[in-house]
Protein backbone atom coordinates (compact mmCIF):
# COMPACT_ATOMS: atom_id res chain seq x y z
CA UNK A 1 0.00 0.00 0.00
CA UNK A 2 1.80 3.46 -0.97
CA UNK A 3 1.90 5.64 2.05
CA UNK A 4 0.05 9.15 1.42
CA UNK A 5 1.66 11.76 0.06
CA UNK A 6 4.33 14.32 1.42
CA UNK A 7 3.27 17.99 0.56
CA UNK A 8 7.27 18.79 1.96
CA UNK A 9 8.46 16.81 -1.07
CA UNK A 10 6.80 18.53 -3.37
CA UNK A 11 7.63 21.93 -2.03
CA UNK A 12 11.04 21.08 -2.28
CA UNK A 13 10.79 19.77 -5.89
CA UNK A 14 9.71 22.80 -6.90
CA UNK A 15 12.13 25.36 -5.26
CA UNK A 16 14.68 22.54 -6.21
CA UNK A 17 13.03 23.54 -9.87
CA UNK A 18 13.68 27.15 -9.59
CA UNK A 19 9.56 27.18 -9.86
CA UNK A 20 6.86 29.35 -7.89
CA UNK A 21 3.66 27.60 -6.44
CA UNK A 22 1.99 29.93 -9.22
CA UNK A 23 4.19 28.74 -11.91
CA UNK A 24 3.95 25.06 -11.11
CA UNK A 25 0.02 25.14 -10.81
CA UNK A 26 -0.26 26.84 -14.45
CA UNK A 27 2.49 24.03 -15.73
CA UNK A 28 -0.04 20.74 -14.62
CA UNK A 29 -3.16 22.89 -15.07
CA UNK A 30 -4.02 23.38 -11.32
CA UNK A 31 -5.07 26.21 -9.14
CA UNK A 32 -2.52 27.76 -7.31
CA UNK A 33 -4.25 27.36 -4.41
CA UNK A 34 -4.76 23.57 -4.90
CA UNK A 35 -1.18 23.08 -4.99
CA UNK A 36 -0.60 25.04 -2.04
CA UNK A 37 -2.74 22.70 0.32
CA UNK A 38 -0.91 19.64 -1.55
CA UNK A 39 2.07 21.31 0.08
CA UNK A 40 1.14 21.83 3.27
CA UNK A 41 -0.97 18.37 3.37
CA UNK A 42 -3.70 19.84 3.76
CA UNK A 43 -5.26 18.18 0.83
CA UNK A 44 -3.75 15.04 -1.34
CA UNK A 45 -3.88 15.12 -5.05
CA UNK A 46 -5.17 12.30 -7.01
CA UNK A 47 -2.26 9.57 -8.26
CA UNK A 48 -2.82 11.00 -11.67
CA UNK A 49 -2.04 14.52 -10.64
CA UNK A 50 0.51 13.67 -8.25
CA UNK A 51 1.90 11.50 -11.13
CA UNK A 52 1.32 14.64 -13.71
CA UNK A 53 3.53 17.13 -11.64
CA UNK A 54 6.61 14.53 -10.89
CA UNK A 55 6.76 14.41 -14.67
CA UNK A 56 6.76 18.33 -14.35
CA UNK A 57 9.47 18.54 -11.98
CA UNK A 58 11.33 15.37 -13.45
CA UNK A 59 11.18 13.54 -10.25
CA UNK A 60 10.60 9.92 -9.71
CA UNK A 61 6.56 9.15 -8.26
CA UNK A 62 8.12 7.41 -5.55
CA UNK A 63 9.62 10.00 -4.25
CA UNK A 64 6.26 12.31 -3.51
CA UNK A 65 5.05 9.59 -1.32
CA UNK A 66 8.30 9.11 0.94
CA UNK A 67 8.96 10.31 4.17
CA UNK A 68 11.39 13.76 4.73
CA UNK A 69 14.85 13.47 5.72
CA UNK A 70 14.73 15.31 9.63
CA UNK A 71 17.58 16.82 10.28
CA UNK A 72 18.48 19.49 12.62
CA UNK A 73 18.97 22.52 10.66
CA UNK A 74 21.70 25.45 10.96
CA UNK A 75 21.96 28.69 9.02
CA UNK A 76 23.58 29.30 5.42
CA UNK A 77 25.92 32.08 5.05
CA UNK A 78 24.84 33.65 1.38
CA UNK A 79 27.60 35.95 0.04
CA UNK A 80 25.29 37.61 -1.79
CA UNK A 81 22.47 37.70 0.92
CA UNK A 82 21.61 41.36 0.66
CA UNK A 83 21.39 41.47 -3.46
CA UNK A 84 20.10 38.01 -3.88
CA UNK A 85 16.71 36.77 -4.40
CA UNK A 86 15.38 34.78 -1.78
CA UNK A 87 14.19 32.51 -4.23
CA UNK A 88 17.51 31.54 -5.71
CA UNK A 89 18.94 31.19 -1.85
CA UNK A 90 15.85 28.78 -1.29
CA UNK A 91 16.79 26.60 -4.35
CA UNK A 92 20.50 26.28 -3.62
CA UNK A 93 19.83 25.46 -0.01
CA UNK A 94 17.62 22.55 -1.27
CA UNK A 95 20.34 21.11 -3.76
CA UNK A 96 22.42 21.12 -0.55
CA UNK A 97 20.01 19.13 1.65
CA UNK A 98 19.46 16.79 -1.25
CA UNK A 99 23.55 16.50 -1.14
CA UNK A 100 23.91 16.29 2.61
CA UNK A 101 21.43 13.28 1.74
CA UNK A 102 23.95 11.58 -0.38
CA UNK A 103 26.87 12.24 2.13
CA UNK A 104 24.87 10.36 5.06
CA UNK A 105 25.23 7.53 2.62
CA UNK A 106 28.62 7.64 1.53
CA UNK A 107 29.72 8.47 5.29
CA UNK A 108 28.51 5.13 6.14
CA UNK A 109 30.66 3.25 3.73
CA UNK A 110 33.88 5.42 3.09
CA UNK A 111 35.91 6.47 5.83
CA UNK A 112 36.44 10.66 5.15
CA UNK A 113 38.82 12.81 6.18
CA UNK A 114 37.18 14.21 10.00
CA UNK A 115 36.74 18.16 10.61
CA UNK A 116 38.60 18.83 14.02
CA UNK A 117 36.32 21.41 15.65
CA UNK A 118 38.56 22.01 18.77
CA UNK A 119 40.74 23.74 16.41
CA UNK A 120 38.68 26.76 16.25
CA UNK A 121 38.89 28.87 18.90
CA UNK A 122 36.26 31.49 19.05
CA UNK A 123 36.40 34.94 19.85
CA UNK A 124 39.47 36.00 17.97
CA UNK A 125 40.15 38.98 15.78
CA UNK A 126 40.16 37.76 12.25
CA UNK A 127 43.40 38.28 11.63
CA UNK A 128 44.17 35.98 14.92
CA UNK A 129 41.68 32.98 13.48
CA UNK A 130 43.53 33.39 10.28
CA UNK A 131 46.93 33.01 11.58
CA UNK A 132 45.56 29.87 14.17
CA UNK A 133 44.26 28.11 11.17
CA UNK A 134 47.26 28.18 9.59
CA UNK A 135 48.94 26.83 12.58
CA UNK A 136 46.71 24.21 13.23
CA UNK A 137 46.32 23.16 9.17
CA UNK A 138 50.57 23.34 8.79
CA UNK A 139 50.13 26.11 6.15
CA UNK A 140 53.03 28.08 6.98
CA UNK A 141 53.36 31.51 6.03
CA UNK A 142 53.69 31.33 2.07
CA UNK A 143 51.03 30.96 -0.80
CA UNK A 144 48.10 28.20 -1.13
CA UNK A 145 48.28 26.92 -4.45
CA UNK A 146 45.13 24.73 -4.10
CA UNK A 147 42.52 26.03 -0.91
CA UNK A 148 40.32 23.56 -2.26
CA UNK A 149 42.48 20.25 -1.96
CA UNK A 150 44.06 21.66 1.41
CA UNK A 151 39.97 22.22 3.00
CA UNK A 152 38.67 18.93 1.74
CA UNK A 153 41.86 16.99 3.21
CA UNK A 154 40.83 18.92 6.85
CA UNK A 155 37.24 16.97 5.90
CA UNK A 156 35.32 20.41 5.28
CA UNK A 157 33.12 19.41 1.81
CA UNK A 158 33.63 21.85 -1.28
CA UNK A 159 31.58 21.12 -4.14
CA UNK A 160 31.07 23.84 -6.90
CA UNK A 161 27.15 24.51 -8.36
CA UNK A 162 25.45 25.84 -11.41
CA UNK A 163 22.92 28.60 -10.40
CA UNK A 164 20.59 30.66 -13.28
CA UNK A 165 21.70 33.52 -11.76
CA UNK A 166 25.32 34.99 -11.27
CA UNK A 167 24.14 36.97 -8.07
CA UNK A 168 25.14 33.93 -5.58
CA UNK A 169 29.00 33.91 -4.94
CA UNK A 170 29.47 30.83 -2.30
CA UNK A 171 27.72 30.08 0.44
CA UNK A 172 28.30 27.59 3.67
CA UNK A 173 26.26 25.63 5.66
CA UNK A 174 27.01 23.12 8.73
CA UNK A 175 25.79 19.67 8.20
CA UNK A 176 24.86 17.61 11.32
CA UNK A 177 23.74 14.31 11.52
CA UNK A 178 23.51 12.08 14.30
CA UNK A 179 27.34 10.62 14.61
CA UNK A 180 28.93 13.32 13.25
CA UNK A 181 29.01 16.89 12.11
CA UNK A 182 30.99 19.06 9.60
CA UNK A 183 31.17 22.19 6.92
CA UNK A 184 29.94 22.22 3.58
CA UNK A 185 31.52 24.90 1.06
CA UNK A 186 29.77 25.51 -2.00
CA UNK A 187 30.93 28.23 -4.88
CA UNK A 188 29.76 29.09 -8.37
CA UNK A 189 31.03 27.25 -11.70
CA UNK A 190 31.03 30.53 -13.49
CA UNK A 191 34.00 31.15 -11.44
CA UNK A 192 37.15 29.68 -12.92
CA UNK A 193 40.10 31.73 -12.10
CA UNK A 194 41.67 30.56 -8.73
CA UNK A 195 41.97 34.06 -7.16
CA UNK A 196 38.24 34.17 -7.39
CA UNK A 197 37.45 30.55 -6.01
CA UNK A 198 40.21 30.91 -3.06
CA UNK A 199 38.98 33.98 -1.58
CA UNK A 200 35.30 32.97 -1.64
CA UNK A 201 35.99 29.74 0.01
CA UNK A 202 39.00 31.38 3.06
CA UNK A 203 35.42 33.82 2.83
CA UNK A 204 33.26 30.65 4.16
CA UNK A 205 35.97 29.68 6.05
CA UNK A 206 35.97 33.24 7.92
CA UNK A 207 32.29 32.31 8.82
CA UNK A 208 33.35 28.99 10.14
CA UNK A 209 35.89 30.18 12.64
CA UNK A 210 34.72 33.65 13.66
CA UNK A 211 30.57 33.30 13.43
CA UNK A 212 27.83 31.30 15.21
CA UNK A 213 26.24 28.64 13.38
CA UNK A 214 22.70 28.46 15.47
CA UNK A 215 21.54 31.55 14.22
CA UNK A 216 19.25 32.40 11.19
CA UNK A 217 20.78 34.53 9.07
CA UNK A 218 17.46 35.66 7.29
CA UNK A 219 16.81 36.88 11.14
CA UNK A 220 19.85 39.06 11.83
CA UNK A 221 20.04 42.60 11.09
CA UNK A 222 21.24 44.11 8.04
CA UNK A 223 24.09 45.91 10.17
CA UNK A 224 24.62 42.73 11.93
CA UNK A 225 25.09 40.47 8.53
CA UNK A 226 27.26 43.57 6.99
CA UNK A 227 29.41 43.34 9.88
CA UNK A 228 29.68 39.39 9.83
CA UNK A 229 30.33 39.93 5.99
CA UNK A 230 33.22 42.34 6.61
CA UNK A 231 35.09 40.39 9.36
CA UNK A 232 34.43 36.97 6.61
CA UNK A 233 36.63 39.18 3.97
CA UNK A 234 39.05 40.75 6.39
CA UNK A 235 39.65 36.80 7.41
CA UNK A 236 39.97 35.80 4.03
CA UNK A 237 42.56 38.41 3.29
CA UNK A 238 44.99 37.18 6.64
CA UNK A 239 44.83 33.62 5.68
CA UNK A 240 45.42 34.25 2.31
CA UNK A 241 47.91 36.99 2.90
CA UNK A 242 49.80 36.70 5.95
CA UNK A 243 51.36 39.77 7.60
CA UNK A 244 54.95 39.22 7.35
CA UNK A 245 55.88 36.93 4.35
CA UNK A 246 53.44 39.29 2.28
CA UNK A 247 54.64 42.57 3.38
CA UNK A 248 58.11 41.36 2.65
CA UNK A 249 57.29 41.05 -0.88
CA UNK A 250 55.37 44.42 -1.13
CA UNK A 251 59.17 45.44 -0.50
CA UNK A 252 60.16 44.11 -3.60
CA UNK A 253 57.91 45.24 -6.33
CA UNK A 254 56.89 48.71 -7.64
CA UNK A 255 53.63 49.32 -6.28
CA UNK A 256 51.79 50.05 -9.27
CA UNK A 257 49.19 47.66 -11.20
CA UNK A 258 52.44 45.88 -13.01
CA UNK A 259 53.67 44.88 -9.61
CA UNK A 260 50.66 43.48 -8.02
CA UNK A 261 50.31 41.42 -10.77
CA UNK A 262 53.26 40.08 -10.69
CA UNK A 263 52.63 39.51 -6.86
CA UNK A 264 49.38 37.58 -8.15
CA UNK A 265 51.65 34.95 -9.65
CA UNK A 266 52.74 33.96 -6.40
CA UNK A 267 49.97 34.15 -4.24
CA UNK A 268 46.61 33.15 -6.36
CA UNK A 269 45.02 36.37 -4.96
CA UNK A 270 43.38 38.64 -6.94
CA UNK A 271 45.17 42.74 -7.38
CA UNK A 272 41.91 44.17 -5.97
CA UNK A 273 42.36 41.97 -2.75
CA UNK A 274 45.88 42.25 -2.47
CA UNK A 275 46.14 46.49 -3.21
CA UNK A 276 42.98 46.25 -0.30
CA UNK A 277 45.12 44.28 1.88
CA UNK A 278 48.82 46.51 1.62
CA UNK A 279 46.32 49.54 2.62
CA UNK A 280 44.83 47.81 5.86
CA UNK A 281 48.37 46.90 6.48
CA UNK A 282 49.32 50.34 5.99
CA UNK A 283 51.89 49.85 3.64
CA UNK A 284 50.01 52.43 1.32
CA UNK A 285 48.02 54.73 1.95
CA UNK A 286 44.37 55.90 1.22
CA UNK A 287 45.47 57.96 -1.82
CA UNK A 288 48.02 55.48 -3.36
CA UNK A 289 44.97 52.90 -2.84
CA UNK A 290 42.03 55.23 -4.33
CA UNK A 291 44.30 55.57 -7.35
CA UNK A 292 45.22 51.90 -8.04
CA UNK A 293 41.77 51.01 -7.99
CA UNK A 294 40.65 54.13 -10.07
CA UNK A 295 43.03 53.03 -12.72
CA UNK A 296 42.00 49.20 -12.46
CA UNK A 297 37.78 50.69 -13.26
CA UNK A 298 39.61 52.30 -15.83
CA UNK A 299 40.81 49.70 -17.58
CA UNK A 300 37.76 47.43 -16.75
CA UNK A 301 39.78 45.53 -14.73
CA UNK A 302 37.36 45.13 -12.07
CA UNK A 303 35.51 42.04 -13.20
CA UNK A 304 38.31 40.27 -15.14
CA UNK A 305 41.95 41.09 -13.91
CA UNK A 306 45.06 39.93 -15.55
CA UNK A 307 45.90 36.22 -15.05
CA UNK A 308 41.85 35.15 -14.43
CA UNK A 309 42.45 32.86 -17.15
CA UNK A 310 45.68 31.20 -16.42
CA UNK A 311 45.49 30.82 -12.67
CA UNK A 312 43.25 27.53 -12.17
CA UNK A 313 42.92 25.38 -9.32
CA UNK A 314 41.92 21.78 -8.54
CA UNK A 315 38.06 20.85 -8.78
CA UNK A 316 36.59 19.96 -5.81
CA UNK A 317 36.61 15.50 -5.63
CA UNK A 318 36.37 14.77 -1.79
CA UNK A 319 32.44 13.57 -2.81
CA UNK A 320 32.86 12.42 -6.34
CA UNK A 321 36.15 10.39 -5.27
CA UNK A 322 33.48 8.73 -2.77
CA UNK A 323 30.88 7.36 -5.43
CA UNK A 324 33.52 6.51 -7.58
CA UNK A 325 35.69 4.18 -5.16
CA UNK A 326 32.72 2.61 -4.26
CA UNK A 327 31.78 1.75 -8.11
CA UNK A 328 34.86 0.58 -8.67
CA UNK A 329 35.31 -1.63 -5.61
CA UNK A 330 31.90 -3.35 -6.82
CA UNK A 331 30.50 -2.18 -3.58
CA UNK A 332 27.87 -0.98 -5.55
CA UNK A 333 26.87 -1.16 -9.26
CA UNK A 334 25.21 2.20 -10.57
CA UNK A 335 21.80 0.67 -9.97
CA UNK A 336 23.03 -0.34 -6.57
CA UNK A 337 24.02 2.47 -5.46
CA UNK A 338 20.08 4.46 -6.24
CA UNK A 339 18.43 1.52 -5.10
CA UNK A 340 20.23 1.91 -1.77
CA UNK A 341 20.07 5.88 -1.73
CA UNK A 342 16.31 5.32 -2.05
CA UNK A 343 15.29 2.50 -0.29
CA UNK A 344 17.47 3.44 3.12
CA UNK A 345 17.61 6.61 2.75
CA UNK A 346 14.79 8.21 1.68
CA UNK A 347 15.93 9.87 -1.45
CA UNK A 348 14.41 8.43 -4.72
CA UNK A 349 15.52 10.84 -7.22
CA UNK A 350 17.20 9.94 -10.45
CA UNK A 351 20.58 9.14 -11.78
CA UNK A 352 21.59 12.62 -13.48
CA UNK A 353 20.77 14.16 -10.13
CA UNK A 354 23.14 12.56 -8.02
CA UNK A 355 25.60 13.56 -10.92
CA UNK A 356 25.03 17.03 -10.99
CA UNK A 357 24.69 17.60 -7.68
CA UNK A 358 28.40 15.51 -7.23
CA UNK A 359 29.61 17.12 -10.29
CA UNK A 360 30.37 13.45 -11.10
CA UNK A 361 31.12 12.03 -15.20
CA UNK A 362 27.82 12.00 -17.20
CA UNK A 363 26.59 8.54 -17.31
CA UNK A 364 28.70 7.87 -13.48
CA UNK A 365 25.36 6.30 -12.49
CA UNK A 366 22.66 6.36 -15.42
CA UNK A 367 24.34 3.64 -17.21
CA UNK A 368 26.63 0.55 -16.10
CA UNK A 369 30.19 2.33 -17.50
CA UNK A 370 32.89 3.26 -14.64
CA UNK A 371 34.91 6.77 -15.01
CA UNK A 372 38.55 5.26 -13.98
CA UNK A 373 39.83 7.42 -10.95
CA UNK A 374 42.42 7.02 -8.76
CA UNK A 375 40.74 7.51 -5.78
CA UNK A 376 42.85 7.86 -2.08
CA UNK A 377 40.07 7.29 0.29
CA UNK A 378 39.05 4.12 1.93
CA UNK A 379 36.41 2.18 2.39
CA UNK A 380 34.89 1.43 5.96
Wanted: glycine share 2%; charged share 30%.
Amino acid sequence: MRKAFNGDRLKKARIYRGLTVSELAEKVSQQRQTLSMYEINKSNPPETVAAEIACELHFPLKFFYQDSNQKQESTVYFRSLLTTNKKYRSEQTIKMQFLSDVYDMLQDYIEFPEFDFNSIQKGLSPEEAARDLREAWGLGDGPVDNLVSVVEQHGIIVTSYNTRTDDIDAFSELLLNNFSSTFLIAYSNNKTSAARIHFDIAHELGHICLHEWSDNIEDISREDFKTREQEANDFAASFLLPKDSFMADLQTIPLNLLGFKHLKKKWKVSMAAMIRRSKELGFIDAEVYQNLIRTMQRRGLRKEEPLDDVLLTAEPSLLKTAVLLLLQEEVFTPKEFMDELDVNYNLAIEPEEVEFLLDLPNNTLAKSKIIQLNPKLQLK
